[in-house]
């Protein structure tokens, strides 16, 4: 059995922890939410300037298609997960594959400063490499959380981190864009400061990923590198029965699935229903998701006292029933004031989903999975495939119907499954 010596809520190593959300979360905001959704949308259109793009060789949507970016990313990280996970629980290089995977992203996010006009190829290729990094990276991220807390400080150091990454990530978007603030016409150059951003972004996760992954205890033991197949499967299975054992885990596995589908998907398509539907400017767009990711830092530290009183599972049906509420008002949005109403509720809410789901997950892991990536590998599995399938289905009803409004309907449904489950649970 691999396990690390540390000493568990030692504050220094909660820190290093907590540190690498400060790192990663650059690319949620910046990459997945704001700038790159707004340039790619300035970016991808045809010759006349309409939305209709050419994609190898198919015609598509520019918004459908930035959905289809997303699912394919997540379905490759999703498909390899599991196995990662488990070859980095045998060999006893976990720290290193998150080394591996923060490199991969962050180069990716740098990269992308040469996604031009007529590069359409390469800038959703870098963004399907950067989505890879980020994904493949938490899995082996969240799996240190059992071994560096107590249960009784799960929700509590999740929130911690979840809380620093949106401060750090805001940070750094407002000095992205301090110029269009601070110069008179910096507008005009909006696409060069988005460019610029994305360097910067890269920097600032490896930078402050590295610093992170020094404070995170290294695993002792392990086969190291090894090219045998068959641990690994047999790894796996054992995964699978763990989970089949534990009372509870499955319904909530399948509650955290269906609202995972809709939160995602929520978070990556966001800032181009508001410039697609509303059209909206992209300074108004950049500001508003500002302004959400603030409101996110509030809903973390929120939520992480309402599961204190509610306990997880009733904050996490509580949440489901916002979300549907929040999801149904889009649907009926005319107007910039209601979209920032909207905004608002959404990051309230994401905040303290997102590290409600995470700590809960934790409470349910047996004392000798703790210090191991095996049963998150199953976790970010079910993680990966929801946002594939939430943001395909959006993609794909946005294609059909040219209209993105009715796609948030679906997303209403998604909420509801993921409440009927966790409500099972409860009874």
């Known amino acids: 059995?691999?396990?690390?010596?540390?000493?568990?809520?030692?504050?220094?190593?909660?820190?290093?922890?907590?540190?690498?959300?400060?790192?990663?979360?650059?690319?949620?905001?910046?990459?997945?939410?704001?700038?790159?959704p707004v340039?790619?949308?300035?970016?991808?259109?045809?010759?006349?300037?309409?939305?209709?793009?050419?994609?190898?060789?198919?015609?598509?949507?520019?918004?459908?298609?930035?959905s289809f970016a997303v699912s394919f990313s997540f379905l490759l990280a999703g498909v390899l997960s599991p196995f990662l996970s488990a070859y980095a629980d045998l060999s006893g290089l976990r720290k290193q594959f998150l080394l591996f995977f923060c490199f991969l992203g962050s180069v990716s996010c740098g990269l992308l400063f040469f996604f031009t006009s007529g590069e359409l190829e390469l800038g959703i290729g870098l963004f399907v490499l950067a989505a890879i990094g980020f994904s493949s990276s938490i899995v082996f991220y969240n799996s240190f959380l059992p071994e560096?807390?107590?249960?009784?400080?799960?929700?509590?150091?999740?929130a911690r981190g979840f809380a620093l990454g949106y401060i750090g990530s805001v940070i750094l978007l407002l000095l992205i864009l301090a110029p269009l603030f601070l110069v008179p016409g910096a507008g005009n150059s909006l696409d060069l400061i988005c460019r610029i951003g994305f360097v910067l972004t890269g920097i600032w996760w490896?930078?402050?990923g590295i610093y992170a992954m020094k404070g995170l205890p290294a695993s002792e033991g392990g086969l190291g590198l090894f090219w045998s197949v068959k641990p690994i499967t047999e790894r796996l299975g054992i995964a699978m029965k763990l989970v089949s054992a534990t009372s509870g885990l499955p319904r909530f596995l399948a509650g955290f699935f269906f609202m995972n589908m809709g939160v995602q998907t929520i978070m990556y398509l966001a800032a181009i229903f508001g410039?697609?539907?509303?059209?909206?400017?992209?300074?108004?767009?950049?500001?508003?998701?500002?302004?959400?990711?603030?409101?996110?830092?509030?809903?973390?530290?929120?939520?992480?006292?309402?599961?204190?009183?509610?306990?997880?599972?009733g904050a996490l049906l509580f949440a489901c029933v916002l979300w549907a509420a929040i999801c149904v008002a889009a649907?009926?949005?005319?107007?910039?004031t209601q979209f920032y109403f909207v905004a608002a509720a959404v990051g309230m809410v994401m905040g303290g989903s997102q590290s409600l789901l995470?700590?809960?997950?934790?409470?349910?892991?047996?004392?000798?999975?703790?210090?191991?990536?095996?049963?998150?590998?199953?976790?970010?599995?079910?993680?990966?495939?929801?946002?594939?399938?939430?943001?395909?289905?959006?993609g794909l009803i946005n294609q059909w119907t040219g209209n993105m409004r009715d796609s948030t309907l679906v997303l209403v449904v998604f909420f509801a499954l993921g409440g009927l489950f966790f409500r099972m649970r409860k009874s």
């Open 1 to 36: 059995m691999i396990r690390s010596k540390v000493l568990r809520n030692h504050p220094g190593t909660i820190h290093s922890w907590c540190m690498y959300d400060w790192a990663n979360s650059v690319y949620s905001l910046i990459i997945a939410s704001t700038l790159f």
């Open 39 to 66: 340039y790619f949308n300035r970016i991808a259109v045809n010759s006349e300037g309409g939305q209709l793009v050419e994609f190898l060789g198919f015609e598509v949507l520019n918004s459908a298609l930035f």
């Open 206 to 208: 490896f930078s402050f």
């Open 148 to 158: 560096i807390a107590t249960p009784d400080n799960y929700e509590r150091v999740s």
């Open 275 to 313: 410039e697609v539907e509303l059209k909206l400017s992209s300074e108004k767009l950049i500001a508003t998701i500002l302004i959400l990711q603030v409101l996110a830092i509030a809903g973390a530290w929120l939520f992480s006292r309402v599961a204190s009183g509610l306990q997880p599972l």
């Open 358 to 394: 995470r700590s809960t997950f934790t409470h349910y892991l047996p004392g000798n999975e703790h210090g191991k990536s095996a049963l998150y590998g199953l976790y970010d599995l079910l993680e990966k495939f929801s946002i594939v399938l939430g943001t395909l289905v959006f």
């Open 331 to 336: 649907y009926f949005i005319k107007t910039e």
